[in-house]
């Protein structure tokens, strides 16, 4: 039996600064109100006018770190794993434009459709075809370009002003180190509420077609909806139940955590976690500050920025704790 581990991280954001002050050109927000409710100073978008930026190309830049910083070149890569909610095309998905961008070998390119759990998600799949003994270096990704999606409007301001541009990678190799790894990993899904943060269309329940002949301006369905609270309520349940599950079932207690690294949906989100499991600020890491919510792109991002700046050592307890659309949550339990 193998054991499977990060051997490489990296990250890449577009270069264009947003503040929450900038917001206020497309509609009636303030500094102060996001700041209060989500904690959140500034993001990336990507400004189409300076850069070409896409899903697909921020991924490659970060993974391309991912890979130098594991040792490795590309061609000792075996597969890839992207996580994303906002592909360059409806399809293909972004793991083949990964595949081209970096002109690796026709290895496979799995796509993975979970939103802000999708790195949790992606990293479990990394992680059994590694177990299995199938493959040696994984590749996984989550990387996102909201800012092309967004409504920039007053209607819109209770998503857009959340919501950042990124991409970050790990690469997750073979290991025969019983001691170090990724011990566990915890899926779930509930779609019944699927539709309190989606997105219709375009899809295959509402084409293009449709919504031009429609041409009605009250038409929101090609815009991320979001019932705030609602999702608030269930987050802030389910990020603690899958941490719980991943502490139970290595036999650990809180007190063994010593790195937390949410999703970053929200600060005040985060902040409940943490008094909810009496950490100190030194065990949670938080970005949201700089960079929004990037979703599927959140964790790699944060945890490229924790191992960057020392604050993970070996033998450490790392947890990944991920919830978000779907509703899909997870978590993924390591030692460092
Ligand atoms: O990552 C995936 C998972 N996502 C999440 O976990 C997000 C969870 N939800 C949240 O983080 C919060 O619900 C939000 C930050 C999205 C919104 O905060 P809220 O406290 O739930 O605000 P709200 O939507 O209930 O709006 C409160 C008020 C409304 O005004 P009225 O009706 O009270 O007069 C909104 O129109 O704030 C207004 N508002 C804004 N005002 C200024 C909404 N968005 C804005 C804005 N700027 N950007």
Redesign the pocket.
């Known amino acids: 039996m193998y054991t499977s581990r990060i051997t490489g991280l990296g990250y890449y954001v577009p270069e264009n600064v947003v503040t929450n002050d900038d917001l206020k050109q497309w509609?009636?927000?303030?500094d102060e109100?996001?700041q209060e409710?989500?904690g959140i100073k500034e993001r990336r978008w990507i400004d189409t006018k300076i850069s070409d930026d896409t899903t697909s190309s921020m991924g490659a830049k970060a993974a391309e770190i991912a890979i130098e910083r594991a040792g490795l070149t590309k061609d000792d890569i075996d597969f890839i794993v992207f996580a994303t909610l906002s592909p360059d095309m409806y399809f293909p998905g972004g793991g083949v434009r990964v595949q081209d961008y970096l002109d690796m070998p026709t290895i496979g390119a799995l796509d993975v459709r979970n939103?802000?759990s999708g790195f949790v998600y992606a990293m479990s799949v990394a992680d059994q075809f590694v177990k299995s003994g199938m493959y040696k270096n994984v590749l996984v990704i989550g990387s996102e370009n909201h800012s092309g999606g967004l409504e920039r409007s007053t209607r819109g301001?209770?998503v857009t002003?959340?919501f950042g541009d990124g991409a970050g990678a790990a690469v997750v190799s073979r290991s025969d180190d019983e001691n170090r790894g990724i011990l566990s990993s915890h899926l779930h899904s509930e779609g019944k509420h699927a539709g309190e943060?989606s997105l219709l269309g375009p899809s295959t329940g509402r084409w293009v077609d449709a919504i031009m002949e429609e041409n009605d301006p009250d038409d929101v369905s090609y815009y991320p909806h979001?019932n705030?609270?609602f999702?608030?309520k269930h987050?802030v349940v389910r990020f603690s139940e899958a941490i719980i599950e991943g502490l139970q079932a290595n036999g650990l207690e809180k007190e063994d955590i010593d790195m937390l690294i949410p999703?970053q949906?929200?600060l005040?989100?985060a902040q409940f976690i943490q008094r909810k499991f009496r950490l100190s600020d030194d065990q949670v890491y938080n970005n949201i500050m700089n960079y929004g919510?990037t979703?599927a792109a959140s964790i790699p991002i944060a945890l490229t920025e924790v191992w960057e700046k020392g604050k993970i050592k070996e033998g450490d307890i790392v947890i990944l704790a991920a919830?978000?659309?779907g509703f899909t949550w997870g978590s993924v339990v390591m030692r460092w």
Not at 27 to 30: G, H, Q
């Open positions: 509609m009636d927000t303030s109100w996001i409710r989500t939103q802000c301001r209770h002003v959340i943060l979001m705030g609270q999702v608030f987050a999703h949906a929200n005040r989100i919510n979703t919830f978000g659309s």
